[in-house]
């Protein structure tokens, strides 16, 4: 569950320390979903199947100027 102490955090959770490393999961994957264009075969990946991105720039752009 996002929020949830339950990764590696050596510093801890709480107190604006950083986050839990099961929350990195969920913020990479909606990173690699607006900038691959094959963002549809990362979802239908097996355990330790490879994943390599197709990148798709004006994802890549678009997902810049939101954080800009």
Do not use: H, T
């Amino acid at each position: 569950m996002i929020g949830d102490c339950q990764g590696y955090a050596p510093m801890g959770c709480g107190n604006g320390l950083g986050y839990a490393s099961s929350d990195i999961f969920f913020l990479e994957s909606c990173v690699y979903s607006m900038m691959c264009k094959n963002r549809d075969e990362m979802w239908n990946l097996e355990v330790e199947d490879d994943f390599q991105c197709d990148m798709d720039w004006k994802g890549f752009q678009r997902m810049r100027d939101y954080l800009l």
